[in-house]
């Protein structure tokens, strides 16, 4: 049963849907991943009790389903980088293009009612499709085949490499994360104005949708692929 002293981190891995109930509470579980139920409320109005509830009936309903899903923490590291990149990397360059094309589209015809909070929503959102974008080939050409190697040869030069680069890897989730956490605080939650059009809509729509997905992406490499990796050295 999780409890005060649980790792966000830990509950999302043992429970995935977790990570729904995290997100409807506002606390992050991918960057803050390594923090405790209690480090994750300190300065909010979040009942600790009413958290947990909903946690542990969740997890012991999943339990009862008893569901197929797949447990990233025994599967070999080339599936599990197989689904980061086939699942999570597909999705975002195939969204980015989308959104960069909405946010702009918004901005230009209700910037003049809503500059402040389209500007910096625009804004922010450009920051974050280059950041990541960067970070994903990263990954993808450097990383990520080095992680492979390993699990192919066994070297340890290899695993210290990639070790080497992780801290950089998850300041950069940070700082993903971060943006995320600006285009939801300034659009107050996504929230839409009256005069809002079905494009303006179907924007905060797709960037609700990126976030989720974001969370799901980071949480399997912070809290399951980057702590398998530090516990081999």
């Not at 390594?34 to 009790?49: K, M, P």
């Amino acid at each position: 049963m999780f409890n005060t002293n649980s790792k966000l981190g830990d509950i999302v891995t043992t429970y995935p849907d977790a990570g729904t109930i995290l997100k409807g509470y506002k606390v992050d579980y991918c960057c803050g991943g390594d923090r405790t139920v209690y480090e994750a409320i300190q300065g909010t109005t979040i009942n600790v009790e009413q958290l947990l509830t909903e946690l542990n009936a969740g997890y012991e309903q999943a339990q009862m389903n008893a569901t197929a899903a797949i447990d990233w923490k025994e599967q070999p590291f080339d599936k599990l980088i197989s689904h980061v990149v086939n699942t999570h990397h597909a999705y975002l360059q195939k969204t980015l293009p989308i959104l960069g094309e909405l946010t702009t589209k918004i901005l230009r015809v209700h910037g003049p009612n809503h500059s402040d909070t389209l500007s910096p929503l625009h804004k922010s959102f450009h920051i974050f499709k280059m950041d990541i974008e960067q970070h994903m080939i990263k990954e993808e050409t450097n990383i990520f085949p080095l992680i492979i190697k390993y699990q192919e040869t066994g070297d340890v030069d290899v695993l210290s490499q990639v070790l080497s680069n992780i801290k950089v890897l998850e300041d950069e989730h940070t700082e993903s994360g971060n943006l995320l956490k600006q285009m939801r605080s300034v659009t107050n939650d996504y929230s839409l104005p009256e005069d809002a059009c079905g494009t303006y809509s179907y924007t905060f729509q797709k960037l609700a949708e990126l976030e989720e997905d974001m969370f799901r992406h980071v949480h399997l490499e912070n809290n399951v692929l980057f702590p398998r990796l530090e516990r081999l050295a």
